[in-house]
């Protein structure tokens, strides 16, 4: 089924005489067009990426230009501007002499749905050629690349800067895709997927020979997920593969949930952005590991240890989710043993009441210190320039402010990081879990330090 026959460059059938896709893509409204020859040809033979792919017959790439409104930038200022003067480097496929001149696919919409059909057809023909997409997803944006061509997942690990031995997501855009890169899935795996596919939900099942090592990393399970962004599941749909695809940040930095965050960390480095405006849930998918006796977490996320037991009975949890890792340590999810969602702050989590916390950090608030809080806490923090990244009443407010908020709180003269973090189950225990993980677990309760 799916795409098991496929060589990974094997030329397949598109149905166009010459074999050579052409497109002209518009430039941001500027009236420029060029031609990509050749893309996307590493199509599998048969099966559902396939047929869909077919389905796609990149035929609409012929078109381009005026009507791409909603390419226009929608703010004065803005750093995402698609203008001729401040076009980012992003579409920089420099090298290629079609796309000299910084022409690309990258596109400014503020919601998912405004992301028109002609941008996922030129995003999917982007990653079929082995180039590198940014994609909105409802966690945050990822790096995506073609998950099947080792090539095109070696470039990722650079543009990263991230360890190749920290494996990688496989995004698909339909559930029953599973089967084609999974074997021996269990049906607590099936039942996951029903109720949580399309969603915030990383599944570890064993992988197919199709799966290159470069993309596990060289282990027997693969990391796989279907994510909800519409636009997004479109594009794997049209790409024909499924899309390996990290947190579309540097290695070590705060993940991100905005196009803008993505330029920043990525701008040169990447060839295209799909821009879905910011991400809803704001932290990384929950993963969770079926391949060993028992469910185990292995990240904590959108979807909660409590909706998880209550579909599975049980759910153990990985000790990488309840403390710091030494880095010689092995672990179930290699990237958790790494330093994450840091700022170049050392963060201290102050916990205990609203009160406490704030008599704690106001004795000793200076100059290199910032106060990283809840909107109800603002008041407490007079003069100390505090930054509130959500409200401690919704706690999907906190996951979804905090990796912005952190990126914010990422500049040279702030040394020290004061931070209030919710406490308890749901989603407040991934967005504890990430805090503390940029805090290397340091946690001080200010009801009993002085
Ligand atoms: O929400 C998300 O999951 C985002 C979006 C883009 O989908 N992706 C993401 O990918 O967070 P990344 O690479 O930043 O985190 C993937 C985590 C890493 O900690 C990695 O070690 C773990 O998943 N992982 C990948 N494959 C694995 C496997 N076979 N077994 C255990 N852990 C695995
Ligand atoms: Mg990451």
Redesign the pocket.
């Known amino acids: 089924s799916g795409f098991l026959q496929a060589a990974p460059h094997a030329r397949a059938h598109t149905g166009h005489e010459d074999g050579a896709i052409r497109a002209a893509l518009a430039g941001g409204g500027h009236g420029v067009h060029r031609q990509i020859k050749d893309v996307g040809l590493h199509l599998p033979p048969q099966g559902a990426f396939c047929a869909a792919a077919r389905h796609a017959d990149l035929g609409d790439l012929h078109t381009g230009g005026a009507d791409d409104l909603h390419r226009v930038p929608q703010r004065e200022g803005d750093a995402l501007h698609y203008g001729a003067a401040q076009r980012p480097q992003i579409p920089l496929i420099a090298e290629s002499e079609e796309y000299a001149a910084g022409v690309g696919v990258y596109i400014r919409g503020a919601f998912a749905t405004q992301i028109g059909q002609k941008d996922q057809t030129a995003a999917a023909g982007l990653l079929r050629n082995g180039k590198l997409v940014a994609?909105p997803?409802e966690?945050?944006?990822?790096l995506g690349a073609n998950g099947l061509d080792e090539n095109a997942v070696l470039r990722i690990f650079e543009a990263k800067g991230r360890p190749q031995d920290?494996?990688?997501?496989l995004?698909i855009s339909e559930p029953k895709e599973l089967e084609s890169i999974c074997h021996d899935i269990p049906a607590q795996a099936w039942l996951l997927a029903e109720h949580f596919w399309p969603g915030?939900l990383?599944m570890?099942l064993p992988?197919r020979d199709l799966v290159p090592k470069r993309t596990?990393?060289g282990?027997d399970?693969?990391?796989v997920?279907c994510?909800k962004t519409a636009a997004t599941r479109e594009l794997i749909r049209l790409a024909g593969v499924p899309i390996a695809?990290?947190?579309?940040n540097r290695s070590g930095k705060p993940?991100t949930t905005t196009a803008a965050h993505v330029l920043h960390d990525m701008d040169g480095r990447i060839e295209a952005i799909l821009d879905g405006g910011p991400c809803e849930v704001g932290v990384?998918?929950t993963?969770v590991?079926l391949t060993g006796e028992r469910p185990r977490l292995?990240?904590p996320?959108g979807v909660t240890p409590e909706e998880l037991r209550a579909l599975l009975g049980e759910l153990d949890i990985d000790r990488a989710v309840l403390g710091q890792i030494s880095n010689d340590a092995v672990v179930?999810?290699?990237?958790?043993k790494y330093k994450h969602y840091a700022p170049s702050a050392e963060v201290y989590i102050i916990s205990g009441s609203s009160e406490a916390a704030a008599r704690y950090i106001r004795r000793r608030f200076g100059p290199g210190d910032a106060v990283l809080c809840f909107a109800e806490e603002l008041p407490l923090y007079d003069g100390c320039n505090p930054t509130a990244y959500g409200s401690e009443n919704d706690v999907r407010t906190l996951s979804a402010g905090l990796f912005a908020a952190l990126r914010d709180l990422d500049r040279p003269d702030i040394r020290t990081i004061y931070a209030r973090c919710p406490e308890g189950g749901g989603v407040a225990y991934a967005v504890g879990n990430r805090l503390k993980k940029a805090a290397a677990f340091r946690v001080v309760d200010a009801e009993h330090e002085a």
């Open positions: 994609i997803t966690t945050v944006y990822g920290n494996p990688l997501i995004h915030p990383t570890v992988v596990t990393a282990l399970t693969v990391a997920r994510p695809a990290p947190s579309a993940s990384e998918s993963i590991d292995l990240r996320g179930r999810a290699p990237g958790m």
